[in-house]
C-alpha cells in the first residue's frame, strides 16, 4: 500500500543523512519513477526534501529544517508494529513484516520487545477473505470501482461501488464505499460478497464525508426484548453483552433485557439457548415464536423422534 511506502520512506530519511532514489526503489521493489511520485506527496505534506544531481547526489530532507528524529518513541513504535503484524495475519503474506524491518532499521531490538503481543484479525474464512482484501486495497489505491454479488437478508444483489475505506469490526471486514446503485455510501460485509472483481474503470474521489461508526444507526434496536435464562448461561451473557446486562432472580435464574434489530435476529439468539432460554416479551413475539417452535417440533415428530 502506498502509505506504507510512504512512512517506510520517510522513517528511512530520518535515519540517515542522504539516500538515492535507485536505492529506495530497490528497497520498496518499486520504479524510481514511482518514488519520485512519493517524495512529491511528502513534500505536499510540508516536509521539505532535496534533491541534489551529481556523484554524491540524493534525497534527504532540507538542512536546517528541525524535525525530531524521535519523533516515534520505542513505545510508539512497539505499538505501531503490534498493528502492522496483525495485518499479515489477514493478508496471508509477510509483506508489513517487511515493512516492520525497514520501519526499525537500525533498532533491531523493537522488532523483538513487542512479540508478546499478537492480534489476529483473520477469522474462519481467511483462505477466501485475503484475496478480497488485497483486491480492495489495489482498487482504493488505483482508484477504481469495484462490482459483487452481495447475500443479505433482504436477498441477492449485484453491486457497484467506488471503494473508499477497508475496516475490521464487529469481528468481521467491511468494505465502505459510494454505492452507484443506490446513489449513497453503504458499507457491505466481506464474507456475503462473491464474484468480487474490478470493474475496470476508474473513478473521480468524491468530497466523501466523516466515517463515523454508529452502532444505533446501523443496527437499531427496533425491539425490545425479556428473555429468562438459566443459571449456566451466565457466562454467554457476560461474554455478549456485560456482568450489568441481567438481574439474577430468587430461583437463580437470569433475566436479560435488551435491543434487538429485528425480531429474526431475536428468535435466532434465543433459540441458540435451546431449552435453557425462554423469551418473556414483547407478548406478540412470544406468541409468534411458539408458532415457530411447534412448527419445528412437527418436523421432528414426523421422525418419531
Known sequence: MKIDRLIGILSILLQQQKVTAPYLAEKFEVSRRTINRDIEDICKAGIPIVTTQGKN??????????????????????????????????CGTNRYQQLMEKLSAGNSSVLTSNSHILIDLSSWYKSSLAPKIELIQRAIDKTQSISFAYYS?????????????????????????YCLERQDYRMFKLNRMLKLDTTGETFVPREVPPFEIDNEKIFPYLIRASVLLEPDMKWRLIE???????????DGRLLFSSGFADKDSLYSWVLSFGNKGELLEPEDLRREFCCIIRDIGKKYHKDDI
Not at 449485484?158 to 475490521?168: A, C, G, S, T
Not at 455478549?240 to 430468587?250: P, R, T
Open 57 to 90: 547526489g540524493g534525497i534527504s530532507i532540507m538542512e536546517g529544517y528541525r524535525m525530531d528524529r524521535t519523533l516515534l518513541t520505542s513505545s510508539d513504535m512497539q505499538s505501531i508494529l503490534a498493528g502492522l503484524r496483525s495485518l499479515d495475519s489477514v
Open 240 to 250: 455478549e453483552y456485560g456482568i450489568d446486562s441481567f438481574q439474577e432472580q430468587e
Open 153 to 177: 437478508p433482504k436477498g441477492e444483489s449485484v453491486r457497484r461501488i467506488e471503494p473508499y475505506l477497508l475496516l475490521f469490526q464487529w469481528a468481521s471486514w467491511y468494505v465502505w464505499g
